[in-house]
């Protein structure tokens, strides 16, 4: 049996472990766009697998098939197998590209139906980034929300569109100051690349629901990405309750309005609703109390 070709079948498994490998080492320690882009690469080897696995499977009798492969595993990395790779390898980059062309077309519909107005950057910000633009949109349920648009320039280059969509329900329930940590909190998820990769992610894992692995991925990587948004938004307006008293209103109030209670791709300010969601709000409200009363942020004022 030559072993070039089992070699070359191994190489998804090798680069399935190593980049899981590197994922988990940089979880906790490294800058969001390097773990988003690590776990990007991680389901997209994942994906290669899982497809290779189910041509298998289907190659080989069905629930027979199954069973020759719980018994023998080591059977999907025989030589003669190598073409199934090359179409699960096809069939995985269908599925990203699919997603992709989702994201997008979701974005630019709402992009289409909302009735949106600009609103002025708020002024003890930072300069608004040039990519960015923030809108306010007609809706009753309070939420804020982040996505990503490629949009053509001149010739064949494209150029990056980050919008912050607010709903008239949040703007009507918050301060100035609250205002403005939720427009931070938004401008941290731009910063760091999650209305490119985290919503991509979300979205293929909404298109693959029997998938255990994209699920639990995409909810560690979308708790994780709040967190740490809501950190970015007190370095940049040093009032921790400002956002937690934002995130209590919009957390708290009913889910009116034109928007599907489950809204498909973009990030948003509560990351997901329903229980979980209302039990992760709270621990966020919970950690940005306890930031508040560390005296790490003395000069906050009140109201």
Known sequence: MALA??????????????IGIGLRAAYRRSTSPTVLRLAAAFLASWAVLAT????WVLSNGGFRGIERLIASPLALFEGRFLVLWVLGAAGAFAVFLVAFVVSQAVARGILRLVVARPLSWPPTLAARPASVALYAFPSARPDAFT???LERGRGLRHFRRDVILVSEGLLERLTVEEWEAVVAHELGHIRELDGRYLTFIRMLSRMM???PIFALLSASLTRREEYRADLDAVE???RPRALARALFKA???GDRGRYPRRYPGPVALLGV???RGRRETVERIRRLVALA???EYPEEPVG
Do not use: K, Q
């Open 5 to 18: 070709p089992i070699a070359v079948t191994y190489l998804p498994v090798l680069a399935w472990v190593g």
């Open 52 to 55: 290779t696995a189910l041509l």
């Open 147 to 149: 996505f990503t648009v």
């Open 209 to 211: 629901r029997w998938d």
């Open 236 to 238: 940049l307006t040093r």
């Open 251 to 253: 957390g708290l109030a």
């Open 273 to 275: 609703r329903g229980r």
């Open 293 to 295: 009363e560390s005296g």
